[in-house]
């Protein structure tokens, strides 16, 4: 191009130069954001369009599902905007044009490839076309929550524990830690439940020893359910040791119907007896 522009000074030859500088240039920088990046089933999101057309008219912005299109930008048609049906996309209409659209209530089905198709118009009639993955989530409704097989250990015990993490699109990843160091642990399992969400379980084992235990008479066991970077959530458990927790006896009266928790210890009670056997001597 530039040997041909050298090879003749004609007006024409100044003008053609140009005009194909023009037209490479008119339609560049074309790139799809979300806000946010990663949105809640039931949420909005805002999606953007940004391009730089240099000075060219604009023909159309056209957004697709897929190979669906669900939203175009004419400036020269009336209406300028219009939408086209897609099950789940709601378009609100009235905070979009031909930069961003605003949909509302999404759904799962919206999960997928977005495009945007970007078309100048004459003399240079140039189209780009960029395409980004969009997620849609639902995230559990609690942290997780850890189930052990007893109250107390002792060191030489062994530790069985579970951690469960409510349904979720996609599924929360497990991991246990004890006194804040990882265990090591099998993989997450998943199980489908209703709504086409997947709840998360991790069953770990550990025979416990006296380096296990936290100042020597505790254990702090925590499990974290993580979700990408949209979801971290980290449950706690303090599980005291046996042998230095007395065990308070539980006394149930059948005819009451109530019970009575006691911990009075041996001292205690013969204090007790002696102070009744003065008064009623």
Known sequence: MAALFRSSSSPYAIFVYLLLIHIVRSLHNVSIQFIPPAVERGHDVMIYCHYNLDGAPMLSVKWY????????????????????????????????????????????????????????????????????????????????????????????????????????????????????????????????TSNFLQLSRLTVTLKLDQSHFKDGRKLLLQCTALINTLYNQTSELLLPIKSTEPVPEKVTSPSLGWQVT????????????????????
């Open 65 to 192: 599902r897929g190979s669906h299109e669900f939203y175009r930008y004419s400036p020269g048609m009336i209406p300028r905007t219009q939408t086209f049906p897609f099950f789940g996309l709601n378009v609100d209409l009235s905070v979009s044009n031909a930069t961003q659209v605003f949909l509302r209530d999404v759904g799962f089905n919206l999960s997928g490839n977005l495009s945007c198709e970007v078309t100048t118009d004459g003399p240079s009639f140039k189209t780009a076309l960029v395409s980004k993955r969009i997620v849609v989530v639902e995230l559990p409704k609690s942290k997780p929550i850890i189930v052990t097989d007893k109250d107390k250990y002792d060191p030489g015990d062994t530790l069985i524990a579970n951690c469960t993490s409510p349904a979720s699109k996609p599924a929360a990843s497990l991991t246990f830690s004890l006194n804040n160091t990882q265990i090591d642990s099998p993989e997450t399992m998943k199980y489908s």
């Open 262 to 281: 006691s911990s009075i210890n041996c001292s205690t009670m013969i204090a007790a007896s002696v102070l009744l056997w003065n008064v009623f001597r």
